[in-house]
């Protein structure tokens, strides 16, 4: 009780003259028409804009959850588009039974564009069904090799990476060659192995040729912007301009190729 006495003695003057403001802002709210006139505008404004800074605070919250949701919506799309075209030649009472790719969404937390040998980090791992060799795509294209997983996260083989070695084909001519990056432009990347007696025009598309686990056929890659020929064998080396923007990569989706280990078990055993 001492104490507390002690504690009015101290800020009682204080506390006396908050009250009084708070006695005197009522008085003249309430008594004079266009105080009170200032006063209800006043707090309308500031109410408001806290609403406002409320509602974007929680829509901030949940952007990142939506977001999630809409390439979970987007994969299962993608994923139905790309087993319809694996299975365009078997017959239509067979295209519903047989499903040989699973997309698996995927958030990028991390990503380079500035070495010689690029990676991006996903926030999915061994538990959510990823494994080494995966490839990795987005709505655009390609992206990239899946090169270790851990529990939840992965890392995977940029194809702006010296290391990365993709079989693609023309699409006009099915010519099939290797793609790879100079170490140049994150925009350019080099379809190599070409015989010399291709017929190439700029602006032939390519895609990605099937001939691997990693990746479906006719996932697009990019297009060709020039035609050089390798003096070293003799071979086309075509530029390509890459369809996809690897330095705005926010969502991307894992293929697990569910019919792989049958065949590369096939193929081992040859």
Same mark, same amino acid.
């Given at each position: 009780?001492?104490?507390?006495?002690?504690?009015?003695?101290?800020?009682?003057?204080?506390?006396?003259?908050?009250?009084?403001?708070?006695?005197?802002?009522?008085?003249?709210?309430?008594?004079?028409?266009?105080?009170?006139?200032?006063?209800?505008?006043?707090? =309308?404004?500031?109410?408001?804009?806290? !609403?406002?800074?409320?509602?974007?605070?929680?829509?901030?919250?949940?952007?990142?959850?939506?977001?999630?949701?809409?390439?979970?919506?987007? =994969?299962?799309?993608?994923?139905?588009?790309? @087993?319809?075209?694996?299975?365009?030649?078997?017959?239509?009472?067979?295209?519903?039974?047989?499903?040989?790719?699973?997309?698996?969404?995927?958030?990028?937390?991390? *990503?380079?564009?500035?070495?010689?040998?690029?990676?991006?980090?996903?926030?999915?791992?061994?538990?959510?069904?990823?494994?080494?060799?995966?490839?990795?795509? @987005?709505?655009?294209?390609?992206?990239?090799?899946?090169?270790? #997983?851990?529990?939840?996260?992965?890392?995977?083989?940029?194809?702006? @990476?010296?290391?990365? *070695?993709?079989?693609?084909?023309?699409?006009?001519?099915? $010519?099939?060659? $290797?793609?790879?990056?100079?170490?140049?432009?994150?925009?350019?990347?080099?379809?190599?192995?070409?015989?010399?007696?291709?017929?190439?025009?700029?602006?032939?598309?390519? !895609?990605?040729?099937?001939?691997?686990?990693?990746?479906?056929?006719?996932?697009?890659?990019?297009?060709?912007?020039?035609?050089?020929?390798?003096?070293?064998?003799?071979?086309?080396?075509?530029?390509?301009?890459? *369809? *996809?923007?690897?330095?705005?990569?926010?969502?991307?989706? #894992?293929?697990?190729?569910?019919?792989?280990?049958?065949?590369?078990?096939?193929?081992? @055993?040859?």
């Amino acid at each position: 009780m001492q104490n507390l006495l002690q504690l009015f003695a101290r800020v009682g003057n204080l506390i006396l003259f908050i009250i009084l403001e708070f006695f005197c802002i009522y008085l003249i709210v309430n008594f004079n028409q266009e105080q009170k006139s200032i006063y209800l505008n006043s707090s =309308s404004l500031l109410t408001s804009g806290l !609403v406002n800074r409320y509602d974007n605070f929680t829509d901030f919250l949940t952007l990142r959850e939506r977001n999630e949701q809409l390439a979970e919506e987007n =994969s299962k799309l993608l994923e139905e588009l790309i @087993n319809l075209k694996t299975n365009i030649d078997l017959p239509p009472e067979k295209t519903d039974s047989i499903q040989k790719y699973k997309l698996i969404s995927a958030a990028v937390i991390n *990503n380079s564009i500035r070495q010689k040998n690029n990676k991006l980090t996903l926030n999915q791992g061994r538990n959510q069904g990823l494994v080494k060799g995966q490839g990795v795509i @987005n709505d655009e294209g390609l992206v990239g090799i899946v090169n270790d #997983v851990s529990a939840n996260y992965a890392t995977a083989l940029s194809l702006l @990476n010296l290391q990365t *070695n993709i079989s693609v084909r023309l699409k006009r001519t099915n $010519e099939i060659g $290797e793609l790879q990056w100079d170490g140049k432009s994150i925009k350019r990347l080099t379809m190599n192995a070409v015989p010399p007696h291709v017929e190439v025009v700029v602006g032939d598309s390519v !895609v990605t040729s099937g001939y691997s686990t990693i990746f479906p056929p006719d996932i697009y890659v990019g297009s060709v912007v020039e035609v050089k020929t390798d003096k070293r064998n003799g071979f086309l080396s075509l530029e390509v301009e890459l *369809n *996809n923007d690897l330095s705005k990569l926010d969502y991307v989706y #894992v293929i697990e190729n569910l019919k792989a280990e049958e065949q590369l078990e096939l193929e081992l @055993n040859e």
